[in-house]
């Protein structure tokens, strides 16, 4: 699975719900075995590829990443300027 394609599944994720949490789409990326699709930060937290993340916020630009929730969401009118709330 090449990056976009990866990004692609995170949109259809995202769209089919509403929503994204973090952690269940690196989890699922983690398990195709492709070491461009993730990473572990340096807290030993495993992450989404940067190459995919930046594809996959290209393709949503009106929606925010909810840092306490970590999950990517519809932007709401009560929303702050900016992708993260």
Known sequence: ??????????????????????????????????DALTYFDGNGNLCIGKSVLTLFNKMTPDAVYE???????DRLLSDLPGRQQ
Do not use: C, I, V
């Open 1 to 34: 699975m090449t990056p976009k394609d990866a990004a692609e599944w995170l949109l259809e994720q995202f769209n089919a719900k509403g929503f994204l949490y973090q952690e269940e789409a690196a989890s699922h990326l983690y398990h195709l075995n492709d």
């Open 67 to 73: 840092r306490g929730d970590k999950l990517w969401r």
